[in-house]
């Protein structure tokens, strides 16, 4: 079955595509640019051969642990934990019996603490990933496991240690280099959201058998032809990256502020994750931008779905399927009449039913909608999904205006938590931090 972009209820007509269809042989002239100077990794892969032979080294090594702890935050986590939920489910099930990945993203004590107290050091790989290697909620967390591993393990510590950094600076390259940690790079160029299927998602995808190869090839499918050198107006106009990018850009226009990214692939949902940071840290620039929703069909039916439908009316949707999820066991036929609609049909086909009446519903509730439709779940079309979100978006970004591959804003929330913590410098974060704190406070208990 074909993977397929269906665009009956896009709305199409009612946004101006036409303006954005017109800039198609610009944006080819700015694709051919990009990748010939080597600036878009993400579409030209250059890393591919020699991280598949770094990986191809490490599979011996990954072989002697039970489990991975992941030590990243952002685009170094959120694409391995789209992967692991996707094609590791069994982690997540009753009598999970093979090995474990543990992905620590965040500033939680209990959480760092358990992996201490429960995970068995010997058989434990902790992987360390930072593409600028400084990133303190996660250098942070490798201080204190480094100690860790350090007690239990002593002078073997760091043959149970994994980095994957800049191949040249940062403080991670430094550990490595010190102490002779093994270590992976994060290519030039490639940003921590675009950067899945590098070894920053890669080594966890290897630790847990996926297949890497078709993960690479099927992103490749989407990739190559936005690659090539010789790619035309023309035909960038025709791929769907572009056609996505367009009505993404042709809707913010229009007041379309918000994206919901509705998957209708369960196991897929933690891709939603991984879109809502691609889309968000690339696009929302300048005042400009709209604000993704991550929602997982069907669950979120019955939480979110009321303000989709009925809310502010400033909402597109993607809307993520596959028809040929498995159908599962049958429904008995002996259910009272008030169930007898289900009466001996496959448990799959509810959720296609209702994946059905919520796209149909959202269309008639004047929410733009493209179904993105997956020929089969496997690792091969989530490396296309990648592909092509993350070439939309970097598209999208260009139409728009914006640069797509920088984070500028984020910036200020960590100058003042360091200025907090009373990092050298930052007099100007400081004296701001000190006026906001002094402030007359409105606080109240409840
Ligand atoms: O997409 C991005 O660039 C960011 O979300 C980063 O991935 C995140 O900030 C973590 O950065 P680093 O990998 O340098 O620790």
Request: net charge negative; hydrophobic share 25%.
């Given at each position: 079955m074909s993977d397929i972009l269906d665009w009956t209820n896009a709305d199409l007509d009612t946004l101006d595509m036409a303006a954005y269809a017109a800039r198609a042989e610009t944006m080819a002239a700015r694709l051919r640019e990009e990748t010939g100077a080597g600036r878009l990794p993400f579409l030209t892969m250059p890393y591919e051969a020699a991280l598949k032979k770094q990986l191809a080294d490490l599979e011996g090594y990954l072989d002697r642990f039970e489990h991975m702890l992941l030590l990243g935050i952002g685009g170094s986590a959120l694409g391995a934990r789209a992967l692991q939920k996707a094609f590791h489910p069994s982690q997540d099930r009753p009598g999970h019996r093979g090995k474990s990945l543990w992905i620590a993203?965040?500033?939680?004590a209990y959480a760092l603490t358990a992996y201490m107290d429960s995970l068995p050091p010997e058989k434990t790989v902790v992987v360390t990933v930072s593409?600028?290697?400084?990133?303190i909620e996660t250098v942070g967390q490798y201080f204190i496991i480094k100690e860790w591993m350090k007690e239990r393990l002593g002078d073997a510590w760091a043959d149970n240690m994994l980095l994957v950094t800049d191949a040249e600076k940062g403080f991670l390259r430094g550990e490595a280099d010190a102490y002779g940690i093994k270590a992976l790079p994060v290519p030039d160029n490639l940003g921590g959201r675009y950067s899945v299927l590098s070894a920053v998602g890669l080594i966890p995808a290897l630790f847990l058998s996926m297949d890497i190869d078709a993960l690479l090839a099927g992103a490749r499918e989407v990739a190559d032809v936005l690659a090539d050198?010789?790619?035309?107006g023309e035909t960038l106009a025709g791929t769907q990256a572009f056609r996505l990018a367009a009505w993404g850009a042709a809707l913010m226009d229009k007041g379309f502020t918000e994206m919901i990214f509705f998957a209708y692939i369960p196991l897929w949902a933690s891709f939603g994750d991984w879109f809502a940071q691609l889309w968000a840290e690339s696009l929302g620039k300048e005042g400009k931008g709209s604000q993704p929703v991550p929602a997982v069909g069907v669950t979120d039916q019955h939480s979110v779905n009321q303000m989709f439908m009925d809310g502010v009316r400033n909402k597109a949707c993607l809307f993520l399927t596959c028809p040929s999820l498995p159908d599962g066991p049958d429904f008995p036929e002996d259910l009272p009449d008030q169930f007898a609609y289900v009466r001996g049909k496959p448990f799959g086909e509810l959720i296609r039913a209702e994946g059905l009446g919520t796209r149909m519903a959202l269309s008639r509730s004047g929410v733009p909608l493209v179904e993105i439709r997956m020929g089969a779940d496997g690792p091969r079309q989530a490396g296309k999904l990648i592909g092509l979100l993350g070439a939309a978006t970097i598209l999208t970004g260009w139409l728009m205006g914006i640069n797509p591959l920088d984070q500028p804003a984020v910036e200020l929330g960590k100058r003042l938590a360091k200025a907090r913590m009373d990092a050298d410098g930052l007099a100007e974060e400081k004296a701001h931090l000190a006026a906001f704190l002094n402030a007359n406070r409105d606080e109240r208990e409840f």
């Open positions: 993203d965040n500033v939680d593409k600028s290697g400084g990133t050198p010789a790619l035309s």
